[in-house]
């Protein structure tokens, strides 16, 4: 037989004819097509029912409302809730990312036991039941050991049930370490105690202001309701205001404003006294309110006429002459001008001097308790149980003297900053137990090696947390609790919001894991302790006690997802200094400008770092979504290797160009950095986002960038020891 | 390297060839074998072309359990719809989830072997069924029920039996063939591996929609007085400003004048 190449070809050509002939290539052609428009990796929504759960977002203290859109059981997109008073249908980058903290990977699925080392990540899940057995064990030892006080408590939370359940039980135990993580929330309420000379929360008009005069505060950086600021700023860029943004790095908020003041570092309390000057100078004050309301004003006005002239001013500050003049003009002038101060988002509680300086200024130009001013309102005070009756073991505990020595030496209500501090030196009593709920003081608190230190020395440190933080990491059990999307829980006092309002979180989904509200676990702790602390605490569960605790407000609160006092308006000046005026000479003014002196020597380190907030990093308790971290800019953060943001004349002078490697040096630590040449920022300073550099979480978020915290070392404020370090110096060289 | 020396070898082997043989018979013989050959492959292509091709590119996966549709349809009173609502929003529910079905399942009912399945199984341990769903389209196809359905329908069924065939009627559930490269059903591109069509429902690819969308079209123009509105408009602008206006092309339901491509491109 003979089959040549001839009978090969013409075999093939009759195939193709065959094949041609055939459906094959065109159904083919049509499945592959069908194939890549389908790739099966890409994930896609499921159909179902839609339903909107409406709650409330606990991500930041904002108290944004937010609805949560659901096909069936799945939640599938987080909205702001229309209508609500806090956000009206907005929602930021996180909250609207919440559902990777959902769904997430760092979530902790069940009670964890640490096997390992610590921080090792070795761990052997639990049951609920050993979990809370162990857990009572312990507190019985320590208690029947007549050592209560060695139990300390840490909330990320100040104001609701949950922080009061924690408090209430600490109390009942027979500790005075119970502790909430401050802000600037704290350094207001102080300011407002010494100077308004009564306890309040403050409360920001902003809605009604048509001029404000920012002390570094980032209005559209996460500063107060994060949200809600973006919606004044956006009122007040429409027309219906002016923004002055005193601060040394152009920040998005100045970058939005309408004069951006560049100023020197921790000055700030320095040009409010420089424009208080102006303004008492040219008679620009609200004469009503200073001379029928207000005392030490003849004392203010000799210590600001004599130290702090513009001229002066301008030396000290930076800015110049006749911008400071000009300001404390216009701030003056306008109808409903506001001062606010807190450095970014106001997650370090900040100089006092600074507070007070700034509040100074709002009293001058009568806008305390006005339209579109600063207000003062009552704490929140729905949260009315009695008690708790204590036995003598808590009677004695409690009179033990509180680590962080809050409360009286400080008129701070706590000062976690220097527990940390003080249980690492090993000073005073030993501390043997350790709670923390919502904060990550591992992670969050400057200089936070200081934390690992005291935590080194706490034998039995419980983490209620629900991600895998770096706290939880270092803990020795893990009580995980519900996301907010999973539980209930009363959200008070959106920070900075001006009229009481209560939100109500609640279940959008059912719990997805074997966690347990901890507020179930705290009542059921309290049972298994018996005694008092049983008694103390009579409620079934954690729900039970918040309808109880919420009365009628509850019905409204289910109906309409929050409860505000809507008729709220604050106290007039007759009211409210009528007995006790406004001092201008309160401890931490009297003396005018003293700054806050951060750590190194400008020698060594001829720069100043500081730490800056962004709204596309989270720096809170929870860490960034993988969704925030893809919106970081690429010179911010890239392969995983942060920025520094850097003048060009200052990386000029250390040969420094952009992108380059170089070494960041503090007193309190070093890290690998690159630099991002930016003119936004005064020379000799440098800046990098705080929020960073985690350690565990999810894959996608560990060791992303550097964390600021480690590398700037904690100064305490002179008069409330609050946490005030606004940077540290540092050094930079090329690597 | 190798490949040099392969072509090293062949090439005298076919001089070789040529020297042995006289042209005639050479001829002859090439001929035959050239026939002969394209009808092989002509005839091994349409083989695999039609019958193992479909073979190799469907797969297939029984259902959880067995359903009746035709016992389940004689029990409710509101026809397809009693099962396959609509919801308030208009959206369709389609298949029926675990709570519609535990009013009578919630204990074993009858002797039916697959009712002790859904209801051990499911009902109990409270597990939605994962039924494979014949008419599933690929997830970028977007398809509104609701739009389809007249008022009427939602109780006798007719416009269902459009795409859905008799469904309803059936007493047990087939097979559930997909394709291996794109796994879908093969209910949507239809049994007939050619896409030839006999019945409305045999078929559900997009050429289908665009066919019975141009026969909507057609019978509306009819009857509608729209449509001689639209096309006293359309000529206007095609006299006015002649080529302005895209103009389809070509025959199919898809592209020509008229059809859902002349502007969705
Ligand atoms: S601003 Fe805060 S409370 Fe509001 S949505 Fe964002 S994270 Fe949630």
Known sequence: MNIGRRSFLSFLIGGAAGTALSPLPWKLTDDISIWSQNWPWTPVPATGEVTYANTTCTLCPGGCGISVRKIDERCVKIEGTPGHPVNDGGVCPLGSSGLQVLYGPARIKTPLKRVGERGQGRWMAISWEDALAQTADKLTELREGGQPQSVACLSGRTYGTMPSLLQRFMAAYGSPNFMTVPSMRDSYALTFAAMNGQTAMAGFDTENTDFVLSFGSGIIDGWGSPVRMFRANSAWQGGRGKVVQAEPRLSNTAAKSDIWAPIRPGTDAALALGMAHVI?????????????????????????????????????????????????????????????????????????????????????????????????????????????????????????????????????????????????????????????????????????????????????????????????????????????????????????????????????????????????????????????????????????????????????????????????????????????????????????????????????????????????????????????????????????????????VTAGSLGLRQGDKAELTTPAGKAEVRTDLFEGIMPGVIAMPRGMGRTPYDKKLMKHGVSTNPLVSSVEDPISGLEAAWGVRAKLSKA | MSTTEEHANEVPAEIADKKETTPETKKESAIGYVILFFFVGLIASLIVGWIIFPRLLYSQKSQPFDFNHAVHLDLVDEGCQSCHYFREDGSFSGVPKLAQCIDCHEEVNGEDPNEEIFVTEYVWKEREVPWLIYSKQPDCVFFSHVAHVSEDSLYDGKDCVTCHGYHGESETLRPYQYNRITNISRDIWGHNIAGFARNSWDRAKMDDCAKCHAEARDAASRRNLKAPTTRFITNIIDVAFPGTRPAGKGSSVQTERGACFECHK
């Open chain 1, 280 to 648: 008492i100078l040219e008679k620009r004050y609200r004469s009503d309110f200073v001379s029928n309301y207000t005392t030490g004003f003849d004392a203010f006005k000799t210590m600001v006429m004599a130290g702090y002239s513009p001229e002066k001013v301008a030396q000290i500050t930076g800015v110049e002459k006749n911008t400071i003049v000009s300001l404390a003009r216009s701030f003056a002038r306008a109808s409903r001008p506001l001062a606010i101060c807190g450095r970014g988002r106001g997650e370090v509680p900040g100089s006092m001097n600074e507070f007070m300086a700034v509040h100074a200024l709002n009293a001058l130009v009568g806008v305390i308790n006005r339209p579109g001013g600063v207000w003062a309102l009552p704490e929140p005070g729905y949260i009315q149980w009695s008690g708790p009756d204590l036995d003598a073991v808590a009677i004695a505990g409690g009179r033990r003297q509180r680590l962080d020595g809050a409360g009286s030496s400080n008129p701070a209500a706590s000062l976690p900053n220097r527990f940390f501090t003080t249980v690492a030196a090993g000073e005073d009593y030993p501390i043997e137990a350790m709670f923390i709920s919502g904060a990550n003081p591992d992670f969050d608190f400057l200089n936070n090696q200081r934390v690992a230190e005291a935590m080194a020395k706490i034998p039995f440190v419980v983490s209620f947390s629900s991600l895998m933080d770096d706290t939880a990491r270092n803990a020795d059990l893990i009580l995980p609790d519900h996301v907010y999307l999973e539980r209930y829980e009363d959200v008070p006092a959106p920070m900075g919001f001006q009229r009481p309002i209560i939100g109500l979180c609640r279940p959008a989904v059912t719990p997805q894991f074997n966690t347990m509200h901890t507020g179930d676990v705290i009542i059921q702790l309290a049972q298994t302790l018996g005694g008092t602390l049983a008694d103390a605490f009579p409620w079934d569960n954690y729900e039970v006690c918040l309808q109880d605790t919420l009365g009628d407000q509850w019905d409204t609160l289910v109906e309409e997802g929050y409860a505000m006092d809507e008729g709220f308006s604050p106290a007039p000046w007759a009211d409210m200094f009528g007995s006790r005026k406004f001092d201008f000479t309160a401890a931490g003014i009297r003396n005018g400008f003293v700054p806050v002196p951060i750590a190194g020597d400008d020698i060594t380190y001829p720069l100043v770092l500081m730490p800056y907030d962004s709204m596309r990093v989270a720096s809170g308790a929870i860490g960034n979504t993988p969704f925030m971290t893809k919106t970081v800019d690429e010179n911010v953060l890239l392969h995983g290797m942060a920025f520094v943001q850097i003048n060009p």
